[in-house]
């Protein structure tokens, strides 16, 4: 028996205030529970304005959205505490520590305060940071910063885990621990979403990607079936013959 | 409770973390009760202590010279300055000496006058009396001249104007009165002076400040500046916690908290809880310094009346609508340079049009129109009730009613513009 997607998108269509294109524009997504799923687009297709309608925080009109079993319009505290969300910016307090900010982050989700403390010093200590978890974070390089941005989306558990360019700008160090533990957060069943420009790093990653461009996805499958589909040897290749050598710069 | 105490606390971290903005809240509304005080108490000091000198070119040397001379002394408030370099002043020194701004004004008495007051005193008796005819085109006719310093504001030269005019007038009436006893007593022998006075006439006139039971209650520098200050420094911290908003906005945060659950309500909450402490530690640092630092300097004694739990409910409720402002500038402002900037002119705005800087009374009816629909104006007002009225809740409570409806409507306002600008 199939079990019943996780995330389910039918006919979605979004147009912003003032703007006559649509951002989004009748678009079909189906993501099974335990999937590395990685929504891939040029700048303007609409991959974050996707990723806030699925975690709640953009209304739409047009189209059914169902996440964990729930429209976003009625997330209650129980769904949303099933998702957490990296954004691609460092949303975090600079003049706070990480461990501070995990902390308040933390507390936020209820996590027992035990817990918390526990939750948060094994993260560090994963992600290499205990040594400078008293630290203000405006003193971390931009790596480091991403490493504490990723465990403030996680240390409550959830089992679907939305991702915007979570290795966007950091060095390959970072990066590396930062794929790994990705890789080992979706291997312990969890269902990871996730938008990103590096096309090598989704190969790697994704048990299926998306091509979304202008709104719609263009292209929908496992990354090494899409490739033998569109005869292409690389992601990134596949990308370009699906989307286009144009730039869309925004 | 622990995540509301998080959220708390997670604000005042950031706060005590941002000297800058520390500096706004704590030190530069300090320093400037310091200041306006210390200029607007020796301004008035001055004005109400200090003799103000006038050169007096005294050509009459009659009577009404010398008694100007003693109304002078009994006032206290001008000290007549007769010779310079021991020489008696002439016309040109006094209108040299106050063109020049060495002195602020002078009177020039011309020759005759006392004279010229008895003989038309005796005129007009002789014309009630019928053994001459009436008084009137051939009356001649003397100016005592007061000239003043160009540079003296023309309410200050009304004044003294006023003061003048009234001492020669007692003056002249003495001296009419003095000429009809001389008249009198020559038809009815033995009559003595006619006296004018206020034992004659059963009328006195006294001044007094209406402060209800506490008679120590004086308007000063202090009683105005120490609240005035403290409500203008409640309200900048517009500029900290608009623009931590706007960061929250800029750097994702904002839509992390809303991912979590009820995270972001609390956040505001905590946002909210957090800054109101700030305003009342704001409070509790300006009441201080009106009560301990400003007399050590010989300023008054901020007296803050005996209606304390009112005075705590005041400043609670401004802290509020200050909190509220400065949650709605964040909220709408897309960047730090317009919460910063549209915050705070708005609040020196709203300052100065509200009798922060300079008492509404002072201020053209537009401006005081205008000023009584500034948030700090009812703040103002709500403190000078509970400090110059000893006012209770029953007398502020219109103040008060009115800063929590802003507080209220301004919060919802930021719910609505938060929630509409994802659509």
Known sequence: ??????????????????????????????????????????NGAGKTSLMNILCGLVPYKQGTVRVTGFSPADFNALSKSRIGLVPQDIALYDKLSARENLHFFGSAYRIPHKELRERTEHYLRIFGLEKHASRPLK????????????IAGILHGPDLLFLD???????????????????????????????????????????????????????????????????????????????????RDE | MRRFYEAWKKEILLLLRDPAGLGILFVLPG????????????????????????????????????????????????????????????ESDVYRLTSD????????????????????????????????????????????????????????????????????????????????????????????????????????????????????????????NVPAWTIFAMFFIVIPLGTSIVREKDNGIERRLRVIPGSFDLSVFGKISAYILICMLQFALMLSTGLVWLPMLGLPVLVIGHNVLT????????????????????????????????????????????????????????????????????????????????ADLALVWPQLLKLTLFALVLLLAARFAAAFKYR
């Not at chain 2, 504001?153 to 001296?175: C, D, F, H, W």
Request: hydrophobic content about 45%.
């Open chain 1, 1 to 42: 028996m199939i079990p019943e997607p996780l995330i389910q998108v039918r006919d979605l269509s979004k147009a912003y205030r003032g703007k006559i294109e649509p951002v989004l524009n009748g678009l079909n997504l189906d993501v099974q529970p335990g999937e590395f799923y990685g929504i891939l687009g040029p």
């Open chain 1, 139 to 150: 003193t971390y390089s931009g790596g480091m910063k991403r490493r504490v941005n990723l």
């Open chain 1, 165 to 247: 360019e979570p290795t966007v700008g950091i060095d390959v160090q970072s990066r590396n621990v930062i794929v790994e533990f990705l890789a080992e957060y979706n291997r312990a069943g969890r269902t990871v979403f996730y938008t990103s420009h590096h096309m090598r790093e989704a190969e790697t990653l994704c048990s299926r990607v998306g091509i979304i461009d202008s709104g719609v996805i263009i292209a929908d499958g496992a990354p090494a079936e899409l490739m033998r589909q569109h005869a292409c040897e690389t992601l990134e290749s596949m990308f370009l013959k699906l989307t286009g050598k144009d730039l």
């Open chain 2, 31 to 90: 320093v400037m009760v310091f200041l306006i005080t210390l200029i607007q108490d020796s301004a008035l000091s001055a004005q109400r202590e200090t003799r103000q000198q006038i050169l007096v070119c005294d050509l009459d040397r009659d009577t009404l010279g010398q008694q100007l001379r003693r109304g002078f002394d009994a006032s206290g408030f001008l000290e007549p300055i007769y010779t310079l370099n021991n020489a008696e002043l002439s």
């Open chain 2, 101 to 224: 701004g060495s002195y602020k004004m002078g009177m020039i008495i011309p020759k005759g006058v006392s004279e010229q007051i008895r003989t038309n005193a005796g005129n007009v008796l002789a014309s009630v009396l019928g053994t001459a005819k009436k008084p009137g085109a051939d009356t001649v006719r003397k100016t005592i001249q007061l000239v003043f310093d160009p540079a003296v504001p023309s309410s200050y030269k009304a004044s003294v104007e006023i003061a003048m005019e009234r001492n020669i007038n007692a003056i002249q009436t003495g001296l009419l009165v003095d000429a009809f006893s001389a008249r009198i007593a020559e038809f009815i022998p033995g009559a003595g002076r006619v006296q004018i006075s206020a034992d004659v006439t059963g009328v006195d006139f006294s001044t007094e400040y209406s402060t209800g039971e506490n008679s120590l209650i004086k308007p000063n520098s202090v009683q105005h």
């Open chain 2, 311 to 390: 005075l705590l409910i005041v400043a609670l409720t401004c802290a509020l609508a200050a909190t509220a402002y400065g949650l709605f500038i964040g909220t709408l402002a897309r960047t730090h340079e317009q919460a910063a900037s549209f915050g705070s002119i708005s609040v020196l705005i709203m300052a100065a049009v509200g009798g922060i800087w300079v008492p509404s009374f002072v201020m053209p009816p537009v401006v005081k129109t205008l000023g009584s629909l500034s948030p700090l104006n009812w703040a103002l007002n709500a403190f000078y009730d509970v400090f110059l009225r000893e």
